[in-house]
């Protein structure tokens, strides 16, 4: 059975300052890896999504990376600004069934821009 | 563009009370949907998904069930509430048809206190 792990769990910086979140799975035979953002008592927002065959995929200021052969993702978020903090989530869908299936998340990053 | 709405955002309910909580999704057609449960302290959890009208998938044993009555309308329902059954319940959607996993977008979320 897939999991997911996300390290740290919470984590505070000032703002300017470039920093990195982790996810990590047990199964690397997956179809792509999503990241997404949630704030306080809301749905989830699609940040980034990596296909199996990719290495890298950026928006704006967010770089996401994808190592399958060690597990592995990043999230790189340059030039923090208050309004990134929220709780930041990865997740992959199931090695096999018909692309229908749902994900499985790790339990997220809560992360604070101190302005 | 395609939009996802939930109702009610808020519902306080007590144990042994039934549950209905709806899902509509605007926008597109066949799409496949999921029920999710994000409990206090605890990751996101697959609850049920759909690929089509009347044919549900259930991840976990509980005391829920869901309904999928037209194209783009998905209910998650239940007899009796317990306890355990609060949370915050997310809707998802996919394009429907493909063999991948594709970006889920997700709607705003419901949030259920059972006293």
């Known amino acids: 059975k897939q999991e997911v792990t996300q390290i740290p769990a919470a984590l505070s910086v000032p703002e300017g300052e470039n920093l990195v979140l982790n996810c990590s799975f047990t199964?690397?035979?997956?179809?792509?890896l999503q990241w997404f953002r949630q704030d306080p008592g809301k749905g989830l927002t699609s940040l980034l999504l990596?296909?199996?065959?990719?290495r890298e995929q950026t928006s704006g200021r967010l770089n996401a990376s994808l190592d399958k052969s060690s597990g592995r993702s990043t999230l790189y978020i340059a030039a923090s600004q208050p309004g990134d903090s929220a709780t930041y989530l990865c997740?992959?869908?199931?090695?096999?069934?018909?692309?229908?299936?749902?994900?499985?998340f790790g339990k997220g990053t809560h992360l604070i821009i101190q302005p | 563009s395609q939009t996802i709405h939930q109702w009610p955002a808020t519902l306080v309910q007590p144990v042994g009370s039934p549950l209905s909580l709806e899902c509509t999704v605007e926008?597109?057609?066949?799409?496949?949907l999921y029920w999710y449960r994000q409990a206090a302290g605890r990751g996101l959890q697959l609850l049920f998904y759909?690929?089509?009208?009347?044919?549900i998938s259930s991840e976990v044993p509980q005391n829920l069930s869901a309904s999928r009555p037209q194209d783009r309308q998905f209910i998650l329902s239940s007899k009796k509430l317990l306890l355990s059954d609060s949370g915050f319940y997310l809707c998802?959607?996919?394009?429907?048809?493909?063999?991948?996993?594709?970006?889920?977008?997700f709607g705003p979320g419901t949030r259920l206190l059972v006293l």
């Open positions: 997740a992959v869908p199931p090695k096999y069934g018909g692309g229908a299936d749902g994900l499985t």
């Open positions: 998802a959607w996919t394009s429907g048809g493909g063999k991948r996993q594709e970006t889920q977008y």
């Open positions: 759909s690929v089509g009208i009347g044919q």
């Open positions: 199964d690397s035979a997956i179809y792509n």
């Open positions: 990596i296909q199996s065959s990719q």
């Open positions: 926008g597109t057609s066949n799409p496949n």
